[in-house]
């Protein structure tokens, strides 16, 4: 599936990867944030987060907002 395959370039482990989701989700859904600002809230690596977000975007679930921020689709 789409979610293994990214789970899978990430390198993170298939738990990791669900519990970032399920975050980024949680956080999107209250208000749209940036990049930067979910890093912050969430503590996470960069290039974790940025594996995520990519994987959010392409699937349709997260979209770009104003002024650089990203929120949830759904």
Same mark, same amino acid.
Not at 40 to 50: F, P, T
Not at 58 to 63: E, F, L, M, N, S
């Given at each position: 599936c789409d979610v293994c395959v990214a789970r899978k370039k990430s390198?993170?482990?298939g738990s990791e990867f669900s519990k970032i989701v399920t975050a980024v989700e949680n956080e999107l859904? +209250? &208000?749209p944030l940036s990049t930067d600002q979910l890093m /912050? =809230?969430?503590? $996470? =690596?960069? +290039?974790? $987060? /940025?594996t995520v977000l990519a994987f959010l975007m392409? &699937?349709?679930?997260?979209?770009p907002a104003s002024n650089a921020a990203l929120k949830w689709v759904g």
């Open positions: 390198g993170l482990k859904k +209250a &208000a /912050n =809230k969430l503590k $996470l =690596k960069s +290039a974790d $987060l /940025n392409d &699937a349709g679930k997260i979209t």
